[in-house]
């Protein structure tokens, strides 16, 4: 694998693209660029480009143009990215990733991985409805993987395990679905430049990362 690696993370919520991101960027040094989390820090800090911020505000979504505009500006031209990167999150649509090769094309770079984090929808709709947190220390259960002691009970403190909002499985199957088509659109598109690499996400993270070193090889 080349010194200043370039790698987009494909994966659905659950897949645990985050963490594998992580991994890779202590191993190969590259700076990990997350694209969900930036937006909504943006959205926290009031940050968000006005313009951006008046078509959420009027219900519209946001474009590929503007998406584009915020992760050239705020990532890829910045000196953080010129020593490679982990996209993840970022293409979201075949638009942007158009864009994406397109834009790095311009600059004589190109991709050098799209790794999809492999995982089958019922499998990750296990692992985010499953959750249980502790209100009281944040302790992370799963009702199918990592069972407390006592069912409903915190380990740690004893305080009854709650389940986010978020993690109902009504609202998780509503947006693994989503994610599911947009993921499949994007595999499709990579794939036949020849650039995607799948690893079965299933295991624990290091597992998912030995399969992700032996795409990439040893840093050079
Ligand atoms: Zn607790």
Request: aromatic share 8%.
């Amino acid at each position: 694998m080349a010194l200043h690696p370039r790698i987009i993370l494909l994966g659905l919520p659950g897949s645990g693209k985050g963490t594998q991101g992580m991994l890779i960027s202590h191993a190969f040094g590259v700076p990990v660029f997350s694209s969900g989390e930036y937006f909504r820090s943006l959205r926290r800090e009031g940050k968000l480009p006005s313009e951006i911020a008046a078509k959420i505000n009027a219900g519209g979504l946001v474009s590929d143009e503007d998406v584009n505009k915020v992760v050239v500006e705020s990532f890829l031209s910045t000196r953080q990215a010129q020593v490679g990167f982990v996209l993840d999150g970022y293409p979201r649509t075949v638009a942007q990733a158009a864009f994406l090769d397109e834009y790095l094309t311009k600059q004589n770079l190109h991709l050098d991985a799209t790794i999809l984090v492999d995982l089958p929808v019922e499998t990750a709709i296990r692992r985010i409805s499953g959750r249980r947190v502790c209100p009281v220390d944040g302790s992370v259960y799963n009702v199918y993987y990592s069972k407390p002691a006592k069912e409903g009970t915190c380990d740690q403190c004893g305080a009854s395990l709650i389940q986010r909002e978020d993690d109902r499985e009504e609202s998780v199957r509503i947006r693994i679905s989503t994610y599911d088509m947009i993921t499949k659109a994007l595999t499709t598109y990579y794939e036949e430049q020849n650039k995607l690499a799948t690893v079965a996400g299933d295991g624990n993270p290091e597992d998912v990362f030995g399969r992700i070193r032996e795409v990439l090889g040893d840093p050079a």
